[in-house]
């Protein structure tokens, strides 16, 4: 069944790294016709619904015919899954992925102790050069337990390279964003059952490996499931600084756009409105729902104005602004007048360029980082007869501006790069350009 479109970039995270496992069962004997409807079904639902009548330059039918014959030849799911993924990814695009269903339906929340279920190791890596970098070390969790620092390398997770991971992604032709996708990879690699452990090789600041094996804990963050979607794991974060000059600031940071961090957002800015600016920190935010664009980007927008248009196969849909006129307690208030900083690196995706890149045409923002992913297309889902989800673009966003972002990103105005030596110093330096320039506003 169809469900309501929402903007997350799928595929690298849990296509290209599996995700956590789902829990054992045993085996079903493969259903060899129901696979073969399948494949039918995941072409014919791409014909009918992909945006674009000329499928990026690929020639939809003669994609069917070199990869049916791999689906009706498939034994088991995975070969039956490996031949879909394979047409999917022909398109060269992304928000194109094939779910399976154990993953679909095994990691849905169950009250509190579905945070439970997937564990992590309390850090976050981006690409560096040819590193996989250690750029957050969270306080009490079990990487900060080990010692780990920011600006330390990352060589192995679970005794695959990284390196080697790095020149297979690299080498992919199929592949457009490789620093995201190494660093979904990794995250992947690095969550799993809580309580379970998992082996690093660090390099230090002296340059010197060390063997780790870490024990993954309860994620401290809310679980979300979202229809047949694996489950998220909302973080937020705000808190006040000052910039060179002493001016105070307000620094929103939250990893997916959802429902549930809509009130924390609200109540940060209703705490920052009389500031002399607010940063919002997109990095590492892979999307979420387009919903909850409008009423952020209210916090900053005095009229009803259009970031950009999802374009569907016939028809069309803005992204207009509710701009907020009342806090949460009821108070009649203005929208934020003052500057307002956007912070993006190649872990921002989807929704979140949609709102950079809305808000920067429309001249209220200005940003600062890396190129975004470059995942900007919003899908559905549907149930596939063997009970797999296939996640499908159904539009294409274009900017105010008429600036198209998929497969290229948002480029920040003042690109800002990251290196070891900033984060073994304890500095970030994206920040501090946007503090820097909320000085010169």
């Not at 804990?217 to 794991?233: E, N």
């Not at 998929?406 to 501090?432: F, K, Q, S």
Request: proline residues 6%.
């Amino acid at each position: 069944m169809r469900r309501r479109p929402i903007w997350w970039w799928l595929g690298a995270a849990w296509a290209c790294a599996g995700g956590p496992a789902p829990a054992s069962a045993p085996a079903a004997p493969y259903d060899s016709a129901a696979g073969l409807a399948t494949f039918d079904a995941a072409w014919r639902i791409v014909r009918d619904s992909h945006f674009d009548t000329t499928f990026n330059g690929v020639d939809w039918n003669a994609e069917r015919d070199v990869w049916r014959p791999r689906a009706e030849a498939a034994r088991d799911p995975a070969a039956l899954r490996a031949a879909i993924g394979g047409m999917l990814e022909r398109l060269g695009q992304s928000h194109f992925a094939l779910i399976p269903r154990e993953t679909a339906d095994t990691l849905a929340p169950s009250g509190d102790s579905a945070a439970a279920e997937v564990g992590d190791l309390g850090l976050d890596v981006r690409l560096i050069g040819d590193e996989l970098v250690i750029t957050t070390v969270e306080p009490g969790g079990p990487a900060a337990a080990a010692g780990l620092r920011p600006g330390w390398v990352v060589v192995a997770v679970g005794g695959q390279p990284m390196a080697e991971l790095l020149l297979r992604v690299r080498e992919s032709e199929r592949q457009r964003a490789p620093a995201f996708v190494l660093w979904s990879a990794a995250q992947a690699r690095m969550a799993g059952p809580v309580g379970s452990t998992c082996g690093l090789v660090v390099r230090d600041d002296a340059r010197q490996e060390r063997t780790l094996e870490l024990r993954r804990r309860a994620q401290p963050a809310q679980p979300v499931k979202f229809g047949s979607l694996p489950t998220f794991f909302a973080r937020f974060t705000s808190r006040e600084t000052r910039t060179p000059a002493g001016r105070s600031v307000g620094v929103i940071w939250f990893n997916f756009w959802m429902v549930p961090l809509i009130r924390q957002v609200d109540s940060a800015m209703d705490a920052y409105r009389g500031l002399d600016g607010v940063v919002v920190d997109l990095r590492g935010n892979r999307g979420g729902l387009a919903a909850m664009i409008v009423g952020v980007a209210g916090h900053f927008l005095d009229a009803r104005d259009t970031l950009g248009t999802f374009q569907m196969r016939q028809s069309s849909l803005r992204i207009v602004a509710n701009p907020r006129r009342v806090s949460r307690t009821g108070t009649r208030v203005s929208p934020f007048a003052g500057p307002v900083a956007v912070l993006v690196d190649e872990g921002s995706a989807s929704a979140s360029e949609v709102f950079a890149g809305g808000m920067r045409a429309l001249g209220r923002v200005r940003v600062f980082g890396a190129a975004s992913a470059g995942a900007v297309l919003p899908a559905v889902w549907d149930r596939m007869p063997n009970g797999d989800i296939l996640y499908h673009a159904i539009a294409e966003f274009v900017t105010a501006g008429d600036e198209r972002l998929e497969g290229r990103g948002v480029m920040p105005d003042e690109p800002v790069a990251l290196t070891r030596h900033d984060l073994l110093a304890g500095r970030d330096p994206v920040l501090d350009a946007a503090l820097a320039w909320i000085d010169r506003r």
